[in-house]
């Protein structure tokens, strides 16, 4: 009995003394999870500035099979507006059309989805090319914007502004005039993420080769964020723990730290390595006094938009491979994590609702569907399982190596 009571009382001491600090209080990105928002769809017809199709295809006005940007076909059952493509039409017969995040309806049932599956928080990315170069572009942004707010407002989620600074070399003064022309109007609304009592703002690239190295323009944008009362994260690159350039006191300044992780790992194997990797970034982070957000992902692949990838390049394997980054997450009990992304379609990495098999994609047209690695899962499956995951890093379900989760519900 006594080597017990001497072990705790030696924990005890220990943690009076240890200068490692707990995370911050639940808020609305600690302690839940986040997604990645685009909302960056357009289609021709939607009467939009643009009203052309964006990101469905690439430098072309009509998707069709030589100019296809996206790897997901998405399921398009529970949207009102759908707009024609110039594909064939889909395995069951039905027209190949394509939703548009201009229209007020798309944005709503995605934030819907978010409530029936436990999605807590969605980013919404902010894009150089569009915030500053292009009018058009700009009114685009900002009425998906208006959008995602009232969605966010109608369904009891929260939402905050995520600019990446990729091809962004004025980032560090435009981002600050971006913030009080188009954001500032949206921090009051009730559904704005706040963490610590303060609205959330995330810039990412930071530390990355061949994105903007700024790293005096990264820290004046950061304090000024902070003195004007915002709670600053960061997306940074994966190796940021043992970065020795400029960007190493960028890192410390901020908030809350999300280290990118797409495409850095893809498999099993490959995420249960990375484990150490999180351990060590999470005390690191704990030292600092700083929140950290892993980044997870269902699978990715671009192979058409890059036909030189492989098709299904990191695969899923029917939601194993998400649910085993949820498990580090659980097992090393960091109390926050973020998805990469809820309908990032182009990347192959959605968790929003897509095509489950060939009778839901265009007979002329290569897709990545959800039973392509051999089982079969419902068009949900991904949100469900990240809504299931969720609940696991909040300890409201056990701990478990394999998933919950019903392939179909
Ligand atoms: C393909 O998905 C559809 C839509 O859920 C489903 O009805 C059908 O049974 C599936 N077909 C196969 C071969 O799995």
Known sequence: MKAPSAVIVLI???????????????GDVVGKLTVGY????G??????PHNSWIHWPHNSDHPYKDHTNFEIYPDTREYTHTYQTGYANLG?????????????????????????DNIDTAALQRFASSVKRDPIA?????????????AAEAHDRKFYIMWDISGWNNFATEIIEDYDNNIKRLVSSKAYAHQNGKPVVCIWGFGFNGRPQDTKGAIALIEHFKQQGLYVAGGVQTQWRTDTTAWKDVYTKLDMLQPWTVGRYGNIKGAEDYKKTLEADHNTLKQHNIDYQPVLFAGSSWSNSHPASKRNENPRVHGDFMWRQFVNVRELDIPSCYVAMFDEYDEGTAIAKAAENKSMIPTDQW?????????????DFYLRLAGDGNRMMQKQIPLTQTHPTKHYP
């Open 43 to 48: 289609a021709k017809g939607d009467n939009s």
């Open 38 to 41: 685009q909302g960056w769809f």
């Open 12 to 26: 005890v001491c220990l943690s009076a003394a240890t200068p490692l600090l707990a995370s911050s209080a639940v």
């Open 138 to 150: 700009q009114k685009s942004l900002n009425g998906v914007a208006d959008n995602v707010r009232a």
């Open 92 to 116: 069951n017969g039905q027209p190949a059309k394509l939703f548009s995040s201009w229209d007020k309806q798309t944005v709503d049932t995605h934030f819907k989805w978010m409530k029936e």
């Open 367 to 379: 897709f990545l569907t959800m039973d392509a690695d051999g089982v079969a899962v419902s068009a």
